[in-house]
């Protein structure tokens, strides 16, 4: 498991700089980065190219949607934490309204995220994970980035703009843990695979606007694995080079 770190040198709260929009296409700025570290790990250690993991919380939440558009190829699940939906903003003056407002229609982001990819899209499971109580990062965002992932898979599973009517909703259900609600929703296409889910919980936010997000793809020593709509759970031990 890899944590790419920002620097303060580059960005005094030292989050991702998801915002500009050199760090929101393939080949360029942070995205680069995060991918060029993934391509490292993946060609110094025996991993299964099917089963990179990507994670993202706060500004990591806001690049996570960026890295699945930009490098669909790469991973093959992307968890969006306390994060943004796809290039929510293009300013750091358009931050902090996306942040408490949400983004632009994600019907359109999830359009946009689709003509990222290029003749490299494919479907790249979903994950978003966001409390209903956050205070830094509207929860409107979780629901956004979860719509954004639904419609860029849906134009992903098979090239055509259907606006998401062959996405079902699959489950959704309530659960209560440790003192907390959880709804869970997930979607999958008709066609059988896998597009998002999301998980709100009640009572649960974000520390401050400080945090320090990271990036992860799984460690060639302990394994992560996803089910078919993105949940993970540990693995076995894998130490092959």
Same mark, same amino acid.
């Given at each position: 498991m890899i944590y790419p770190d920002q620097t303060a040198l580059a960005n005094p709260a030292q989050c991702w700089e998801w915002f500009e929009p050199e760090n929101q296409r393939r080949g360029a700025g942070e995205p680069a980065a995060i991918a060029g570290m993934s391509r490292d790990v993946r060609s110094e +250690?025996?991993?299964d190219d099917s089963a990179v993991y990507l994670a993202g919380f706060s500004a990591g939440g806001a690049m996570a949607p960026i890295m699945a558009a930009a490098y669909p190829d790469l991973y093959a699940v992307v968890g969006v934490h306390s994060g943004l939906e796809y290039d929510a903003a293009n300013s750091a003056l358009?931050?902090?309204?996306?942040?408490? +407002?949400?983004? !632009?229609?994600?019907q359109e982001q999830g359009k946009e995220a689709y003509e990222e990819m290029g003749e490299r899209a494919g479907v790249v499971r979903t994950? &978003? &994970?966001?409390? @209903? @109580? *956050?205070?830094?990062? *509207? !929860?409107?965002?979780g629901d956004q980035a979860a719509a954004q992932a639904i419609r860029t898979n849906d134009l992903a599973a098979d090239g055509t703009d259907e606006q998401g009517l062959d996405t079902t909703h699959e489950t959704v259900r309530r659960e209560r843990s440790s003192g907390h609600h959880f709804l869970y929703r997930s979607s999958r296409t008709r066609a059988g695979t896998c597009s998002s $889910?999301?998980? $709100?919980s009640r009572g649960w936010v974000m520390p401050g606007p400080a945090v320090r997000p990271a990036a992860s793809t799984p460690s060639p020593t302990r394994r992560m694995r996803a089910d078919s709509c993105g949940s993970f759970s540990p693995a076995r031990a894998r130490t092959d080079r």
């Open positions: +250690f025996a991993i358009g931050a902090p309204a996306a942040m408490s +407002f949400g983004g !632009p229609d994600p994950i &978003v &994970v966001h409390g @209903e @109580e *956050d205070y830094t990062i *509207d !929860p409107i965002n $889910r999301s998980t $709100r």
